[in-house]
């Protein structure tokens, strides 16, 4: 998957915060025939043409003919792609489920965060191709950023660490988000499936590579290869990473219970 194009907060501060939180004067006055649509009709046809058919195919104009609408219409809605695209990430934020957490232990709490934004990534892979550094400050996201800020809540944490720790656990679930989107469209771009390409390259392989030379990964590689049927099992990276990310946590966490 191609590294970040899109930028989330790029275009008007200002009318893109009006927009998110749909404020009065977000929209302008309606002009021409067409007075059906809204700012919510716009952003789930944006959001589903992209989920379909990938962040690139996001213009206003595939948006427009999506809604039966003329393209320059929908600027009477939203200014450009740019806003929109911070609607598109508000929204599906906003949607995201927000299970009671409180009761847990903090290990299933954190674990609960990560699977729900993993499932997000899963159903709108296009989130994971969108610098986020600037994030959209909508209803969703802070509705989201509160709920899982509460999972760490009680860990000893202050109030810094709890953002690092929660920025720390969101890095990871992406980059294994990408990790699987790049395993998918490798397995849909190929002509071979990933048992076709070993079984080809086998051959080759026995005749060039030297045990004795690289005796450490001969092992390691036959024996992960055998353990997950390919070189790489994404569900399986993404379970042992996180993991390690909770021990990581947990380290943390020990220190700061243990510190008078």
């Known amino acids: 998957m191609p590294p970040p194009t899109d930028h989330s907060s790029a275009g008007d501060p200002t009318r893109t915060l009006e927009l998110l939180w749909r404020a009065p004067g977000a929209r302008p006055a309606q002009r ?3 007075q059906g649509l809204t700012v919510d009709m716009v ?3 944006a959001i589903t043409l992209a989920d379909v058919e990938g962040l690139e195919a996001l213009t206003m104009r595939r948006v427009a003919q999506a809604l039966g609408a003329g393209a320059m219409s929908l600027y009477t809605y939203v200014p450009g792609k740019a806003e929109l695209l911070d609607l598109m ?3 599906v934020f906003g949607r995201m489920p927000r299970p009671e ?3 847990l232990p903090w290990r299933a709490r954190l ?3 990560a699977r729900d934004n993993l499932a997000l990534l899963e159903a709108h892979p296009w989130v994971t191709v969108v610098s986020a550094t600037r994030p959209p400050l909508g209803p969703g996201l802070l509705a989201k950023y509160e709920h899982e800020l509460r999972a760490f809540e009680g860990l000893g944490l202050d109030d810094v660490e709890m953002d690092d720790a929660l920025a720390y656990l969101l890095g990871f679930v992406h980059a294994s988000a990408r990790s699987a989107a790049d395993a998918r469209a490798s397995r849909q771009d190929g002509a071979m499936t990933d ?3 070993w079984a080809v390259s086998a051959p080759l392989l026995a005749r060039v590579f030297d045990p004795v030379r ?3 990964a001969m092992r390691v590689g036959a024996a992960a290869g055998q353990a997950h049927n390919a070189a790489f099992n994404p569900a399986h990276a993404y379970e042992f990473g996180l993991q390690r990310v909770l021990d990581g946590l947990g380290v943390l966490i020990d220190h ?3 510190t008078p």
Do not use: I, K, N
């Open 101 to 103: 957490l409180a009761g």
């Open 89 to 91: 990430l508000d929204t």
């Open 32 to 34: 021409g025939p067409r």
């Open 195 to 197: 048992e076709q390409w």
């Open 111 to 113: 674990e609960a965060v």
């Open 214 to 216: 690289y005796p450490t």
């Open 43 to 45: 952003v789930d046809a």
């Open 256 to 258: 700061r219970h243990e």
